[in-house]
T-cell receptor, first 114, second 111 residues
Framework: DTGVSQDPRHKITKRGQNVTFRCDPI?????LYWYRQTLGQGPEFLTY????????KSRLLSDRFSAERPKGSFSTLEIQRTEQGDSAMYLC????????????FGPGTRLTVT | QQQVKQSPQSLIVQKGGISIINCAYE??????FPWYQQFPGKGPALLIA?????SEKKEGRFTISFNKSAKQFSLHIMDSQPGDSATYFC??????????FGDGTTLTVKP
C-alpha cells in the first residue's frame, strides 16, 4: 500500500492553457475526493466519486473544471482555460468502503498560473 | 458562507504544555468530525475523529471534546512536542464523506 499518489506534484502554466492532474487512490478505496487549498485556508471541496460515478460537484466549481474516474480506479481533474485565480494546491483523497469518513490525502499538485 | 470556524489562527506553546484548538460548526447535517495535521508541502493527514453521539475521544496525547448542543468541538494535545509543530485543521463531514474544513491553526511548540 503506497498511499494516495498525485501527478504532477507541481505545474506551472500560462493563463488560458488547459491542465490535467491525475490521482491514484489507495487500491481498495471506492470513494475519491478532490479538494482545492489556497495559502492560509483549509481544503475546499470540489467533487467526489463513488466508484466511477461522480455523485456531487461543488456549486462553486466553474464549468471550466471537469473530473473523471473512468474505471473506478484513478481519477483526472482537468481545468480548461486556466485563470490566475486557479493557482492553488489541488488535493486528492480516498476513503474505504467501510468508513467513508476517514479520508487519506495525497501530497497534492501545486498549480501556478502565470 | 463558512460553516466551520476555527480558532486560534496561530498558537505558540512550550514543550510539555497543552495545545487547545477550537472549532464551531453551523450545519447540523454533519455526521463526523475529524482533525487533520498538515506539514508544509504535504497533504493533510487524519489525526483523530469523533462522531456526534460521543462527547470525548482520546488517542494517545490527542483528545477531542465534543459539545453537540453548542455545536463546538476542540482538540487537546497533551505534552506538546516540537514535532507536533504543524497546521491543524478541523473538519465536519457528511455521511458521504464530503468535508468542510476550518481555516487551520498553525501550532508552534518551542523546545
Amino acid at each position: 500500500d503506497t498511499g494516495v499518489s498525485q501527478d504532477p506534484r507541481h505545474k506551472i502554466t500560462k493563463r488560458g492553457q488547459n491542465v490535467t492532474f491525475r490521482c491514484d487512490p489507495i487500491s481498495e478505496h471506492n470513494r475519491l475526493y478532490w479538494y482545492r487549498q489556497t495559502l492560509g485556508q483549509g481544503p475546499e471541496f470540489l467533487t467526489y466519486f463513488q466508484n466511477e460515478a461522480q455523485l456531487e460537484k461543488s456549486r462553486l466549481l466553474s464549468d471550466r473544471f471537469s473530473a473523471e474516474r473512468p474505471k473506478g480506479s484513478f481519477s483526472t481533474l482537468e481545468i480548461q482555460r486556466t485563470e490566475q485565480g486557479d493557482s492553488a494546491m489541488y488535493l486528492c483523497a480516498s476513503s474505504p468502503r467501510a468508513n467513508g469518513y476517514a479520508q487519506y490525502f495525497g501530497p497534492g499538485t501545486r498549480l501556478t498560473v502565470t | 458562507q463558512q460553516q466551520v470556524k476555527q480558532s486560534p489562527q496561530s498558537l505558540i506553546v512550550q514543550k510539555g504544555g497543552i495545545s487547545i484548538i477550537n472549532c464551531a460548526y453551523e450545519n447540523t447535517a454533519f455526521d463526523y468530525f475529524p482533525w487533520y495535521q498538515q506539514f508544509p508541502g504535504k497533504g493533510p493527514a487524519l489525526l483523530i475523529a469523533i462522531r456526534p453521539d460521543v462527547s470525548e475521544k482520546k488517542e494517545g496525547r490527542f483528545t477531542i471534546s465534543f459539545n453537540k448542543s453548542a455545536k463546538q468541538f476542540s482538540l487537546h494535545i497533551m505534552d506538546s512536542q516540537p514535532g507536533d509543530s504543524a497546521t491543524y485543521f478541523c473538519a465536519a463531514s457528511t455521511n458521504a464523506g464530503k468535508s468542510t474544513f476550518g481555516d487551520g491553526t498553525t501550532l508552534t511548540v518551542k523546545p
